[in-house]
């Protein structure tokens, strides 16, 4: 175990110099590069802080998915397997379930690189 | 920044351009960089011919192998689309010549007005009726285009090719770019499925814009101005041209008003109608869901670039962690499709 700041805690704060002490040094491309990789610290920031549990919740949504599968398989392996399902299957019921799991799965990876990117629906825009 | 020296040898061959392209001595000056796109140049002058100055635009293409198509057809596309009464910055002469100025350019003329998304936004704010006005006109201007004869497309215009329809000509591309991506993606491989079992079947084609959308808009407070950035024109699907300005990703922001941020579809789709277009309801949707899953192998494709090598970039870097902002996008436009969920 590390000592103190922890890997989010050091995130957030090289988050917090390159937006207030770079940026306004800056013009044009680098500042917009700065721009983005400060952002990028932010999302690494969250990712240290949510990860484990988000991981947790992704084995738990693909296990359910894919009960053949390896409990401890790596989730880069379970998550191709899915895929490669989804693209062969002719299973509707199948289908209906891994697109929530879809759903849910990338609401995961929003939470960690655009929190809130997820609250809109496209209400109204999805024919019946 | 080295621009200075850099622009007065591109208004020197500017001048000699169009000295030999009109037949008359003209000359060039106040020469300035406008908003420089990722890969083309935009360079504004003053070019003065026995005394009368116009307000003028260089479009400069700065190297050749970046290049979607010729020059010669983008200039081509934008003149039809003047001819058939779409609003555009009318083209004064063009040449795929890159030895004048360093690369393929067009020049055209200088149309004043708001282009920059956020701030068309704030126009209709602050005017509550340029909005629904503003879609009216697209959806016309669209309808004109689309209306427009095929034999009077521009020559080496490209489109969907032998054996293929636009929907299956989209689908093959859309395969190869999966095929590069380096993790497989389930929803992609969900939404592939769905866009091939559910392809439209129309062959027709007539010519598209390519990237209709909010940030190709010239737009004053009296509305649309001129429609900009033709180099994606081609020979391709109606409907393909009025889904694009519906993805979220030009809405900026303002979600909940489909048609570049700024309008709900009916006026998008009437101003089509009226001017003569016909409107279907099911093809719109598929090629939104098509434009919206192609930006997202984009962005993958973009974060691959910065990984192998090819382009490094922390912005590059970036795109792949948007990647999952369009599969959001993907799976909620294809809510029910199985049935449930």
């Known amino acids: 175990m590390q000592d103190r700041p922890t890997a989010a805690e050091l995130l957030r704060d090289i988050a917090a110099t390159l937006d207030e002490r770079i940026l306004p040094l800056l013009s044009g491309n680098e500042q917009h590069q700065v721009r983005v990789a400060a952002n990028l610290c932010r999302i690494l920031e969250r990712e240290a802080r949510l990860g484990p549990d988000l991981e947790t919740e992704e084995r738990s949504l693909l296990g359910e998915l894919l009960p053949d599968q390896p409990a401890d398989a790596p989730l880069a392996e379970l998550n191709a397997e899915l895929a490669r399902r989804v693209a062969t299957s002719d299973d509707d019921e199948f289908l209906a379930g891994a697109h929530a799991a879809l759903v849910a799965l990338t609401g995961q990876k929003l939470a960690v690189n655009k929190p809130g990117y997820d609250r809109f629906d496209f209400a109204g825009e999805v024919p019946v | ?341």
Not at chain 2, 14 to 24: C, P, V
Not at chain 2, 34 to 41: D, E, L, Q, V
Not at chain 2, 49 to 55: L, Q, V, Y
Request: hydrophobic letters at 45%; one cysteine or more.
């Open chain 2, 1 to 341: 920044m080295s621009g200075a020296p850099e622009l007065e040898t591109t208004g020197d061959g500017l001048a000699r351009f169009l000295t030999g392209a009109t037949g008359r001595a003209t000359t060039v000056s106040d020469l300035r960089m406008a908003s420089a796109g990722a890969r083309r140049r935009n360079v504004l002058f003053t070019a003065t011919t026995a005394g009368e100055r116009r307000e003028l635009v260089a479009t400069i293409i700065p190297t050749a192998d970046v290049q979607i198509q010729p020059v010669s057809v983008e200039a081509g596309a934008i003149r039809l689309g003047a001819e058939v009464g779409m609003p555009v910055a009318a083209v004064v002469a063009d040449t795929d010549d890159p030895s004048w100025v360093g690369g393929p350019f067009f020049v055209s003329t200088l149309v004043d007005g708001e282009s920059v998304p956020r701030q068309i936004l704030r126009l209709v704010e602050a005017d509550p009726a340029l909005g629904p006005t503003l879609a009216h006109q697209c959806g016309a201007a669209l309808a004109r285009l689309h209306a427009a004869p095929l034999d009077r497309a521009p020559a080496g215009m490209e489109g969907p090719g032998d054996g293929h329809t636009p929907a299956s000509f989209a689908l093959e591309a859309l395969r190869e770019q999966m095929d590069e991506l380096l993790q497989p993606s389930a929803t992609f491989e969900l939404a592939y499925r769905w866009l091939r079992d559910t392809a439209p079947g129309d062959d027709r084609v007539v010519v598209v814009h390519g990237d209709f959308r909010n940030g190709n808009l010239m737009v004053g407070p009296d509305g649309l101005r001129a429609v900009f950035d033709w180099e994606g024109s081609r020979l391709g699907a109606p409907m393909s041209d009025l889904a694009w300005m519906s993805v979220r990703m030009w809405r900026f922001r303002n979600d909940h008003l489909p048609v570049g941020g700024f309008a709900v579809v009916d006026d998008l789709r009437s101003g089509y109608e009226e001017a003569g277009g016909t409107w279907d309801d099911a093809t719109y949707h598929w090629w939104k869901v098509l434009g919206t899953f192609r930006w997202g192998l984009g962005l993958a494709g973009q974060a691959r670039q910065h990984l192998d090598g090819e382009f490094p970039s922390i912005v590059m870097a970036a795109s792949g962690r948007r990647v999952a902002e369009m599969e959001h996008d993907v799976l909620m436009l294809l809510r029910g499709a199985w049935g449930r969920s």
